[in-house]
């Protein structure tokens, strides 16, 4: 009985219509329906995405036409406004007023220097390497320069540039990116900022220049800040150059007009606070600095503006590679002294002298002084301080000089 019975169920499984038969033909054509299933769906994404980019149905899109490099005269510079915007899907862009180019620079061969790094201009960037710059490259700070690359007054080689260098400030959202903070300092500082005080007095939307600067920062998504700060050129004129002597002893009305005297670009102005706290907030998060421990770097980080800027300033009490040459503590420095003392590209936002600024203080006089100093301590006095004095003052406490960065974004 038990063979009949194993003979019946062998012949079941093995015969003409068995279940193994069967269960390998199911198999078969689930699979085969499967693969039909997806080359359909292959074809319409591949559709979808052709008709996206433009191309024909069944045919591949058509390649974009090559991108022409910028205009440019015999010295590299650009002959009119260029706009560079690597990313179609981000507001991230840098615009090359006429007259002006990208520089790579000599530490790093690349747009960008980190500390320690030697941040000099070494080149010109080609034209046909212009289209090629990042949203990286453009959050890290792009240097501009407004002259070949000569020194001395037409040398190769020298001490002193014969060309003026601004940093790129983007501002991809005018709202959001574009504003004054009452920056919380350290309860060792007194003359601050804040809320229910100041609002009233920061703004100047009186004057055609602030409406200019802010229409200007808003069309282009960003400004042009000084790299350095500003040293006295001729008949006054206010300059952005390396290793000069920057311009201080000045009252706040005569930076103004220093400012004003460069003609070089539509609407040089004296920085306003609300340009200040800008760069700050676009430091913030983004910026290589050094740390408090030599040999080190860090990311900026709020406290690094609002409470503490020993590690990145030219402060009595510096800390870590910021210190590294003591005597230039208590010493008032040329532009670009220290390769220690910058972020994002831009030399000296903190420490070494006050910077005066349009920001208004009150119904009166009184104005805006930004960034801290080489004789009061980096705690007290970080890079978001703002301390008050009449525009009149050319030495704050007695001692210290009041110096300035210039500021564009018109053409």
């Known amino acids: 009985m038990l063979l009949i019975l194993a003979g019946v169920a062998l012949a079941t499984l093995t015969g003409q219509g068995n279940i193994i038969e069967n269960a390998e033909n199911a198999v078969g054509k689930y699979n085969n329906s499967v693969a039909s299933e997806q080359q359909l769906l292959n074809e319409i994404e591949k559709y979808f995405q052709n008709y996206l980019e433009g191309g024909d149905e069944g045919n591949p899109p058509t390649p974009p036409d090559p991108v022409e490099p910028p205009e440019v005269n015999e010295d590299g510079l650009a002959t009119e406004n260029t706009t560079i915007k690597p990313d ?37 960037m080609p034209a046909d390497q212009w289209n090629n710059i990042t949203v990286d490259d453009i959050n890290k700070g792009i240097v501009i320069v407004d002259n070949s690359i000569t020194y001395d007054g037409g040398n190769l080689t020298g001490t002193t540039p014969d060309f003026n260098e601004y940093v790129w400030i983007p501002i991809p959202n005018f709202e959001e990116d574009f504003k004054r903070t009452a920056w919380t300092i350290g309860t060792s500082s007194t003359h601050l900022a804040n809320e229910s005080t100041e609002d009233a007095y920061w703004e100047d939307t009186t004057t055609q220049e602030y409406r200019d600067m802010l229409a200007s920062v808003e069309q282009y998504k960003g400004f042009y800040i000084g790299r350095y700060e500003a040293s006295r050129g001729a008949n006054s004129i206010a300059q952005s150059r390396r290793n ?33 706290d800008s760069v700050l907030n676009w430091l913030k998060d983004n910026a290589a600095i050094s740390s408090s421990t030599t040999e080190t770097t860090k990311t900026v980080d709020i406290d690094d503006i609002q409470r503490d800027s020993r590690s990145w ?36 936002l903190a420490g070494n002298v006050y910077e005066w600024t349009q920001e208004k203080y009150s119904t009166g006089t009184d104005r805006a002084a930004r960034g801290g100093d080489l004789y009061n301590g980096g705690g007290g006095r970080p890079a978001a301080c703002r301390i008050s004095y009449d525009e009149s003052v050319t030495y704050l406490y007695s001692r210290i000089p009041c110096k300035f960065f210039c500021s564009t974004g018109r053409w």
């Open 313 to 348: 300033g030219n402060y009595p009490d510096s800390t870590g590679d910021a210190a590294s040459e003591p005597w230039k503590q208590n010493t008032l420095q040329k532009a670009g002294a220290s390769e220690y003392w910058k972020a994002n590209n831009i030399y000296d």
């Open 88 to 124: 179609p899907n981000s507001d991230i862009q840098i615009t090359i007023p006429a007259g002006f180019a990208p520089a790579i620079l000599t530490g790093s061969n690349s747009t960008y220097s980190l500390p320690g790094q030697d941040g000099s201009v070494k080149e010109i």
């Open 244 to 276: 000069k002597s920057v311009w201080n002893s000045v009252s706040q009305p005569e930076a103004i007009t220093a400012c004003a005297n460069n003609k070089t670009i539509v609407n040089m102005h004296l920085m306003y606070g609300v340009e200040w």
